[in-house]
């Protein structure tokens, strides 16, 4: 019964096991965390496109870009004395940073949750536009290294998960 549902399911299934070891580099500070990324996503891009969740989707097409986009950014950081790794700190933002990045996330959700209403057949249009503007934001702050790109993760995944029980994936 379960081998039939992996089978079923591979995709969202080695997508799952990517985004373990992602989050583990991610944790870890190691840039491999972005090869991974980028494969993590390309299997979701088609896990989306087959439950109708088109924003999260085209975040995933966002996500291949930002992948190398980090790899590039987290490749150029300076080299500690007598050590072969770069290193790039990790910072954390400001109060005027969090209203921005607020204020990013609620404008792109505004209007990607529109288009999706009036142009798809979107299940959820709003959350599913929510936790795209919420995952493009996170994954900015996670390639600029910002600490506390960790919140905007939690906030995200909490409503994703509402929403994918919600849609039975």
Do not use: C
């Amino acid at each position: 019964m379960i081998i039939n549902w992996i089978t079923d399911n591979y995709i969202e299934v080695l997508g799952a096991i990517t985004g373990l070891i992602y989050l583990y580099f991610s944790y870890h500070q190691n840039k491999l965390l972005w090869p991974l990324g980028l494969i993590t996503s390309s299997l979701y891009i088609v896990f989306f496109f087959d439950t109708k969740l088109y924003a999260d989707m085209s975040l995933q097409v966002y996500y291949v870009i930002i992948s190398i986009y980090g790899w590039i950014y987290w490749s150029s950081g300076k080299r500690i004395k007598n050590d072969k790794k770069k290193i790039l700190p990790v910072k954390s933002i400001e109060l005027r940073t969090w209203l921005i990045l607020i204020l990013v996330t609620a404008i792109l959700t505004v209007l990607a949750g529109f288009f999706l209403k009036k142009y798809t057949d979107a299940a959820l249009p709003y959350l599913d536009a929510f936790t795209t503007a919420g995952g493009i934001v996170a994954t900015w702050m996670l390639a600029r290294k910002l600490l506390e790109n960790w919140l905007f993760w939690i906030i995200v995944d909490i409503v994703a998960s509402g929403m994918y029980f919600y849609k039975g994936k």
